[in-house]
């Protein structure tokens, strides 16, 4: 019923994802072709974006904040394997987004991790860990590159 959906019914899909048990904020919108497992397990907060073919492993809590961007084909991942063991050891831990970042193209974010209010995920990054707020993170494992500056309006 989600992926059939018309390119912008985007009340539709935040209904549907309601009534799944999602959290969705005031303006929350997602592609018709986001993958959902479990959305009862995530939070959005208000004007939240997932695009094109994003995927929202939820065996565990997500929690994004206001005003953030999931874009196409980024990865938020609440479980995972270890490859630091033998056998079929699974990785688990939620994840926290806090409001204005932006996970860009292709990044991944792995189990447990945090990413601090105003962060930019530069595409192809990998989130590991705490990403310290209004800075822009790209590489595997993502670091800061430098500050988020935001230019007040005159």
Not at 14 to 36: H, I, S
Not at 119 to 132: E, N
Request: proline content about 3%; some cysteine; charged content about 25%.
């Amino acid at each position: 019923m989600f992926a059939c959906t018309l390119h912008n019914a985007y009340n539709y899909r935040t209904w549907l994802l309601k009534r799944f048990g999602m959290k969705c904020g005031y303006r929350v919108r997602a592609r018709r072709n986001v993958r959902f497992t479990r959305p009862w397990n995530v939070e959005a907060g208000d004007l939240t974006i997932f695009g094109d073919c994003a995927v929202v492993n939820a065996t565990k809590k997500i929690v994004l904040g206001k005003r953030c961007v999931v874009s196409q084909y980024a990865m938020l991942m609440t479980s995972s394997g270890d490859i630091n063991t033998r056998g079929k050891t699974q990785r688990e831990g939620s994840i926290t987004i806090e409001d204005d970042c932006w996970v860009a193209t292709d990044a991944i974010v792995m189990p447990g991790s945090h990413i601090e209010q105003g962060v930019v995920v530069g595409a192809r990054g990998l989130v590991d860990g705490r990403l310290p707020k209004w800075t822009i993170c790209t590489g595997e494992p993502a670091v800061s590159r430098g500050e988020r500056v935001l230019y007040a309006q005159k």
